[in-house]
């Protein structure tokens, strides 16, 4: 009886952990914002973490906002203009109050952990600042840790910055507990033997593969992959084993011809091999898969059997471009609120060439297309498939 209380009290116990947390699910309309050093800022080039937060709830209307800042810290130490007012913290609300975000995800601290333990009680005081303002506008935050570094001058450099990241990311991560955030550790993810695959040549900075990575490993720890599509066929009793609804299926001539529809969200990863189609009780022979009449991957009877991956494909071509639409979108917004020549536009020399200030808000109508350019795109569609026995 005692150990069932025990089981008792660890169960609710663990229950109660669970929920301490908030609930990360963006509503229809909300706005989601990407705040950070440049670890942040250097995803927009990319876009595979918009992508696939974006593509995983298909049906609802999503827009994202990058505004991350190399060598930023929790200060907005690295935001700071010429002119002053307003001074780089206020700059940084400022910035944050214009996004309009409804979530928020914050990542620092790579700049600050260079102050090693001295500056610990200092970047603590400041995230807890910028948490601060951001539950007075109202927006709910989501805390990354920092990554590791791959390579410095020297091996004990090297551990001695890691240490210090290790630091910094616990800090991080008691904040979130104590205020009830979500915390995503990313740290382990790309501190592995192979890890420097995933940094440019600096050992600092991801390249794209890594950013790839990035994406995955925020994805899994907020609970939101989703499986690969795989369907599977016995033509032989026309019966149907999917991960993802299939309708109409269709087997005629002894097995020669083959036609079914199956509704898709877009794949996870925009990149080829994420589709996977098997087909058992086929003739002997080679046979060639369209889908939606664009030939997609041809095989015999037994590499059939066995799986095709699908390298090519619609439902690729669409993935592809909702990944151009992020970018490019993600470019634009930062030609606007970063326009090369600031100082000349908004600055205290804009008495030059402040006439361009109008152009930068024309921009707007621009963004807001893109914006819906990828909720249209991300949406669902029925594909037709058709396996057919090759002459």
Known sequence: MKRIYILLFQLILFISTAYSQQN????????????GNALIENEQQFGFLEYRLTNYWPEK????RNIGWSGDTVFGEARSYYTNPPGPYDLLISQ????????????????????????????????????????????????????????????DLLKLRNNEYRSYNQAIKEIAQSRKLTFIDVFDAFNTATGAELYENNGVHLNEKGYAQLAETVMDQLGLNREKPSI???????????????????????????????????????????????????????YSLSVDGKLSAIGSRK?????????????????????????????????QYRPQNRTYILG??????????????ALDALILWLDDQINQTKKPKTLHYQLEKLP
């Open 96 to 155: 944050i109050k214009a996004a309009e975000p409804d979530w928020l995800i914050i990542g620092y601290g790579n700049v600050e952990a260079q102050q090693g333990a001295e500056g610990l009680d200092l970047f603590k005081n400041g995230m807890n600042q910028l948490l601060d303002s951001v539950e007075a506008i109202g927006a709910k935050a989501i805390l990354l840790s920092t990554i590791p570094q791959v390579s410095a001058g020297t091996e």
């Open 232 to 286: 599977e066929i016995d033509a032989s009793t026309a019966s149907v084993e999917s991960n993802v609804p299939v309708q109409h299926i269709s087997i005629a001539d002894k097995a020669r011809n083959i036609s079914f529809k199956s509704i898709q969200n877009l794949v996870s990863n925009p990149n080829p091999g994420n589709e996977t189609i098997k087909v058992n009780g086929l003739k002997k022979g080679n």
């Open 348 to 361: 205290f020399r804009s008495y030059e060439q402040g006439r361009h200030k109008e152009g930068l808000e």
């Open 24 to 35: 990360f699910a963006p509503e229809n309309g909300d706005r989601l914002v990407l705040l």
């Open 303 to 335: 590499q059939w059997e066995e799986g095709i991956i699908l390298e090519q494909g619609p439902s690729l071509e669409q993935s592809k471009h909702l990944l151009e639409l992020i970018r490019e979108k993600d470019k634009i917004y930062f030609q």
């Open 61 to 64: 209307h999503l827009t994202f």
